[in-house]
């Protein structure tokens, strides 16, 4: 069974930063691609960014673009989040999420495609 587990979320104040990461416990993690999504109260998932399994290929939300960067190290199983310049509408939980199907140089923004979810790691930006 894969796992997931994310930590670094945590209380910023606007303006601030944030490096999230998630671990995966599966044996070919290079060969799969990874996405982050948030979910606010009261509003449905949305696709925040994703990679290949290579690294080579990226994909970011509009709303996030030039301020949050994804990146993976495939020898440590990891997928990072570095959010910077946050907002207070970045203030959800987010979750990191692994794509079975994928080879390693492609990635979907769907939610409905990934195989794996993590338990989720709140991020609070105060204005």
């Known amino acids: 069974q894969v796992q997931l587990v994310e930590s670094g979320g945590g209380l910023v104040q606007a303006g601030g930063s944030l490096r999230l990461s998630c671990i995966a416990s599966?044996?070919?993690?290079?060969?799969?691609?990874a996405g982050w999504f948030r979910q606010a109260p009261g509003k449905e998932r949305e696709f925040v960014a994703a990679i290949s399994g290579s690294g080579a290929s990226t994909g970011y939300a509009d709303s996030v673009k030039g301020r949050f960067t994804i990146s993976r190290d495939n020898a440590k199983n990891t997928v990072y989040l570095q959010m910077n310049s946050l907002k207070a509408e970045d203030t959800a939980v987010y979750y990191c999420?692994?794509?079975?199907?994928?080879?390693?140089?492609?990635?979907?923004?769907?939610?409905?495609?990934?195989?794996?979810w993590g338990q989720g790691t709140q991020v609070t930006v105060s204005s």
């Open positions: 599966v044996g070919t993690f290079r060969y799969y691609a």
């Open positions: 999420a692994l794509d079975l199907k994928t080879g390693g140089y492609t990635y979907t923004e769907r939610p409905d495609e990934y195989d794996y």
